[in-house]
């Protein structure tokens, strides 16, 4: 069974930051790429960041490159996003993404499993 555990979520000012954690267990971790997306009200998901395990490659979205950072930490089995100058733009709810193709894409659907998700509000 695979279990995605996203935390980290808050409510920030214009310009502020937070870090997102998805922690899962090894044999996951080990098995699938992870990715980062995010669905802001009345908004479809939108892919936001992915990192491919074999190579630990970096894919971003336009929206966020220069200012979002995925990374991993093999020792916790955890994959991190840190979110610098983050605009009202970037509130929604934001989920962390597991795949078995180890192929980073932007579409949901490409995604077998998936976390409850972690709020995040930015007040302008």
């Known amino acids: 069974q695979v279990e995605l555990e996203e935390s980290g979520g808050g409510t920030v000012e214009t310009g502020g930051s937070l870090t997102l954690s998805c922690r899962t267990s090894?044999?996951?971790?080990?098995?699938?790429?992870l990715g980062w997306f995010r669905q802001a009200a009345g908004r479809e998901r939108e892919g936001v960041a992915c990192?491919?395990?074999?190579?630990?490659?970096?894919y971003y979205a336009e929206s966020v490159r220069d200012r979002f950072t995925i990374s991993k930490d093999n020792a916790k089995n955890t994959v991190y996003l840190r979110m610098n100058r983050l605009t009202p733009e970037d509130t929604g709810t934001y989920y962390c993404?597991?795949?078995?193709?180890?192929?980073?894409?932007?579409?949901?659907?490409?995604?077998?499993?998936w976390g409850q998700g972690t709020q995040v509000t930015v007040s302008s």
């Open positions: 090894k044999s996951t971790y080990d098995r699938y790429l």
């Open positions: 990192i491919n395990p074999e190579a630990d490659l970096p």
């Open positions: 993404a597991a795949r078995s193709v180890w192929w980073c894409t932007w579409s949901s659907s490409d995604f077998n499993y």
